[in-house]
């Protein structure tokens, strides 16, 4: 896949830990779907220990969510280069089950995730302090990738904003950067600087014409999105949280507020079936469907008392129960 070929702008669906697997994704395709997807991160040194095949069922995909970008975290630039090579000749989608000619459209680099037990080994948004590694990691995954798109996604520095990092990925030859507009000691709390975006945007048209530059952070509707991507002349828009609000939200006219109880309910025994369905033997433990209880079950009379006995449910049938008997 060509990502210039994409729309101007494009949307991006976030990765977001523990939420946007393949189950999740398909809902948001059969809904509306994004411009492009990612999987959530995945960690190449586990991918390529014994604790393989525990993690590979964090890419697992099909072949409606597509074009898919599977993103990648960890510290050893080999197991970067062996794991990007997997990823571009197919064999590691055909570990996965899919069928010949299905495949990732390309590796995202996570250089953003604040978290302190991963920036503690030095990965992800540590990488910021570690010009030089990241550099290594960057280089390694492209040698791996071949032809493959190979993209970084980041946030604005570390404890500072610090445009010399952006500057840094700018000069890697990136298919494309999005830019999560906090640095990593902000975290959520702050709002995103969209200002700094823009700014990064201006440095890749000195830098690098030809890497793609998609804004994240705060973005709750489609509309709000294209105005922010004509202010800053972005090429794409990623949008995590705001699936939360709206699973439509990457529609050009949401049905969301006009859905009905049935329909809301409907949407999430949906979601609930295909977790059943595909998350077999606790792979996905039952919790993990707890955060999108009140995606649905929200903003209709009785969906307090309903969300209520739904998160005591302890299996699938269970719930599924519970929902076709609410739909009555
Ligand atoms: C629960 C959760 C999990 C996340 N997991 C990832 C991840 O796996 N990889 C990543 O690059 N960013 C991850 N993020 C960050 C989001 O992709 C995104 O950058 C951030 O939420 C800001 O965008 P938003 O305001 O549209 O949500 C995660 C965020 C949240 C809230």
Redesign the pocket.
């Given at each position: 896949m060509n990502f210039q070929d994409l729309p101007k702008p494009f949307f991006v669906m976030?990765?977001?830990?523990?939420?946007?697997d393949t189950v999740f994704r398909q809902i948001i395709a059969s809904c509306a779907p994004p411009d492009v997807f990612?999987?959530?991160?995945v960690n190449v040194d586990g991918l390529m220990s014994p604790g393989r095949p525990k993690l590979l069922k964090k890419l697992r995909f099909t072949a409606s969510e597509q074009p898919l970008i599977a993103?990648l975290?960890g510290l050893q630039p080999a197991n970067f280069q062996a794991v990007a090579s997997q990823i571009a000749d197919g064999s590691l989608a055909r570990e996965l089950g899919l069928p010949e000619g299905v495949n990732f459209a390309g590796i995202?680099l996570?250089m953003?995730?604040p978290e302190k037990t991963v920036v503690k080994n030095g990965a992800?948004s540590a990488l910021i302090n570690d010009p030089d590694l990241a550099v290594e990691i960057i280089q390694a995954t492209q040698a791996g990738a071949g032809n493959l798109p190979v993209s970084v996604?980041t946030r604005i520095g570390f404890s500072v904003i610090d445009l010399s990092w952006i500057g840094l990925l700018l000069k890697q030859n990136l298919n494309m950067l999005?830019i999560?507009g906090?640095t990593r000691k902000e975290m959520?709390k702050v709002p995103?600087h969209w200002d700094v975006i823009g700014q990064v945007r201006e440095l890749r048209d000195k830098l690098a014409v030809n890497t793609l530059i998609v804004g994240?952070?705060?973005?709750?509707n489609r509309q709000q999105g294209i105005e922010l991507a004509q202010k800053y002349h972005l090429d794409g828009i990623?949008?995590?949280?705001?699936v939360f609000h709206d699973p439509f939200v990457f529609a050009e006219s949401s049905p969301w507020e006009d859905y009905t109880r049935q329909q809301k309910i409907e949407l999430y025994r949906r979601q609930v079936q295909l977790f059943a369905d595909t998350w077999q033997n606790n792979e996905r433990p039952l919790p993990t469907l707890n955060?999108f209880c009140k995606v649905y079950i929200n903003d209709f009379e009785g969906s307090k008392e309903l969300r209520e006995q739904l998160m005591s449910a302890k299996t699938t049938g269970e719930l599924l129960n519970l929902l076709e008997n609410a739909k009555k």
């Open positions: 976030a990765p977001l830990d523990d939420v946007t990612f999987t959530e991160f993103q975290w995202d996570n953003g995730c992800c996604k999005t999560h906090r959520s995103a994240n952070g705060d973005v709750v990623m949008i995590g949280r705001g955060k």
